[in-house]
C-alpha cells in the first residue's frame, strides 16, 4: 500500500524558515518523480514543485522559486521542501504527492501557518 | 501559464441524475507524443485530493464506471452518470503538458 507521510509543519513568523519532510512507503521512490502541491484555507489547489526520480531535474510555481528549493534523498525514500523567505501567503496545506504529471496518490498533508 | 477554466464553479444535483462539469484550457494539452495530458481530481470533504481519470478518459483503478472524461486539445468535460452521496466534494482539473502545472478553480458538486 502506498503512503506518504508528510511532517515538519507548524507556525513560523513571516520571514522565517520551515523545512517540510515527506516519508514514503509502498512503492520504489526512485523510480518516480514526487511534487508538492498546497491549499490555502478554503482556496483551491496549487501545484508547487516537481523533482525527478534522480533529482537532477527540477521545477517551481513562479510564487514560490528562489525561496522554496525541493531535495529528495533515494536512499531514505524521503522527499524534503526547504522553505525560506515565508510570507502570510505561504500559509497553507502542504500535500506530497507522487508523481511528475500523473499525480495519483497523495498525503495528507501538513499545515504551514505563518503569521506574527 | 496554461489557464484552466472550469465551469460551472458549482453544481447541486439529485442522487440518481447526471452531472457534468467543463475544463478549458488556454492551450491544447496534446503533446507531440499523441498523449494529452489532463486530469481529473476530486477532493473530499476534509480529505486530500485523489486522481479520478488521467489522460482525459482513462479511469483509475477502482474509480467506478459512473464517471466518464472525454474531450480533445482544449475543451474538456467531466461527466457523472449518475450522482451518489459520496460524491460530493471538489473536481479540480489540471494539466501536465507544461511547468508550470496548473489546476482550474475547482467544482462544488453537491447533493439536493
Known amino acids: 500500500e502506498v503512503q506518504l507521510l508528510e511532517s515538519g509543519g507548524g507556525l513560523v513568523q513571516p520571514g522565517g524558515s520551515l523545512r517540510l519532510s515527506c516519508s514514503a512507503s509502498?512503492?520504489?521512490?526512485?523510480?518516480?518523480?514526487m511534487s508538492w502541491v498546497r491549499q490555502a484555507p478554503g482556496k483551491g489547489l496549487e501545484w508547487v514543485s516537481v523533482?525527478?526520480?534522480?533529482?537532477?531535474?527540477?521545477h517551481y510555481a513562479d510564487s514560490v522559486r528562489g525561496r522554496f528549493t525541493i531535495s529528495r534523498d533515494n536512499s531514505r525514500d524521503t522527499l524534503s521542501l526547504q522553505m525560506n523567505s515565508l510570507r502570510a501567503e505561504d500559509s497553507a496545506v502542504y500535500y506530497c504527492?507522487?508523481?511528475?504529471?500523473?499525480?495519483?496518490?497523495w498525503g495528507q498533508g501538513t499545515l504551514v501557518t505563518v503569521s506574527s | 501559464d496554461v489557464v484552466m477554466t472550469q465551469t460551472p464553479l458549482s453544481l447541486s444535483v439529485t442522487p440518481g441524475q447526471p452531472a457534468s462539469i467543463s475544463c478549458k484550457s488556454s492551450q491544447s494539452l496534446l503533446h507531440n507524443n499523441g498523449k494529452t495530458y489532463l486530469y481529473w481530481y476530486l477532493q473530499r470533504p476534509g480529505q486530500p485530493p485523489q486522481l479520478l481519470i488521467y489522460e482525459v478518459s482513462n479511469r483509475l483503478s477502482g474509480v467506478p464506471d459512473r464517471f466518464s472524461g472525454s474531450g480533445s486539445g482544449t475543451d474538456f468535460t467531466l461527466k457523472i452518470s449518475r450522482v451518489e452521496a459520496e460524491d460530493v466534494g471538489v473536481y479540480y482539473c489540471m494539466q501536465s503538458i507544461q511547468f508550470p502545472r496548473t489546476l482550474g478553480q475547482g467544482t462544488k458538486l453537491e447533493i439536493k
Open positions: 504527492v507522487k508523481g511528475w504529471g500523473h499525480h495519483d496518490y
Open positions: 509502498g512503492f520504489t521512490f526512485s523510480g518516480y518523480g
Open positions: 523533482i525527478s526520480e534522480s533529482g537532477s531535474s527540477t
